[in-house]
């Protein structure tokens, strides 16, 4: 993965903690809904490293979401375990965190309120005030920590959701399209700053969508599900970080070329 310069701004650590691996290894996934439903998964094998950001893609129907969950220790899967960091995954973990396409925030608290409920139920008080300020202060919402959330943008209330996924300090971040219900100017300049945050803090970064531009822009290697969910392509997806934005050529390039190779290995144009 290609860093940014901000990675000299990493927020400091809380004291004893340490930085733990996050890779993942899915093996053999498969899942079905019901005794006699139609596969979503099929014998699914895909391995992450540490610090990587990957874009889950395909069609709506081809597993991309269940998967997802499975990774988080949401829903066990009918076969085939999912390790993370050595770790097999057996229930939902602080050392893994998602963000849904809902903000789920709580109206009756402000936004400093809200960022810190992630450390409240990990019992992670002390310090949790100085915490606050910096995760809010890399989502660029320092300046609205007493505002209640009601107030706030879709975008805005995004943002919150963001710094309260990270402020327990989580290896592996799973986004699941939460961007998909914001303006196009607003989803750009989330998925902008998910991935510098992502490389500031050295997450590992996997993502679900079905935008092949939001992928280009967002990630470091794409991988498509098809129908039944079976893996078709998994393609590295090389751009510098200048070229990141959707007026470069290379960009417009480069969602060009995993669009025709999308329609045809899975007919997705």
Do not use: C
Request: charged share 20%; hydrophobic share 45%; glycine share 10%.
């Amino acid at each position: 993965m290609v860093k940014s310069d901000s990675t000299d701004a990493r927020l400091p650590r809380r004291s004893g903690a340490t930085t733990a691996r996050t890779d993942v290894s899915i093996r053999g996934v498969t899942h079905a809904y019901g005794h006699a439903g139609p596969p979503v998964l099929s014998g699914v094998d895909l391995e992450i490293a540490s610090g990587e950001i990957v874009a889950l893609i395909g069609r709506s129907g081809s597993g991309k979401s269940t998967l997802l969950h499975i990774v988080a220790g949401l829903l066990k899967p009918k076969d085939g375990a999912v390790w993370i960091g050595g770790q097999r995954v057996q229930k939902p973990s602080a050392d893994w965190v998602m963000m849904f396409q809902s903000p789920s925030l709580f109206p009756w608290m402000n936004v400093a309120q809200n960022t810190g409920l992630g450390l409240r139920y990990a019992g992670q008080r002390a310090g949790a005030a100085a915490r606050i300020a910096e995760v809010l202060a890399l989502v660029d919402l320092a300046a609205l920590a007493d505002r209640n959330v009601q107030d706030l943008s879709g975008g805005q209330q995004q943002r919150v959701a963001l710094a309260r996924s990270i402020a327990t300090e989580p290896g592996l971040l799973l986004l699941d399209e939460p961007f998909s219900a914001l303006d196009i100017f607003t989803r750009r300049a989330l998925q902008n700053d998910v991935r510098r945050i992502a490389q500031t803090l050295g997450l590992t970064l996997v993502l679900v969508t079905h935008d092949v531009a939001e992928a280009v822009q967002m990630a470091d290697r794409s991988v498509l599900l098809a129908e039944g969910g079976r893996i078709t392509a998994d393609t590295p997806i090389t751009l510098t970080e200048a070229d990141r934005h959707t007026h470069s050529r290379d960009f417009q390039k480069e969602v060009t070329r995993l669009r025709t190779l999308y329609s045809e290995v899975a007919g997705m144009g």
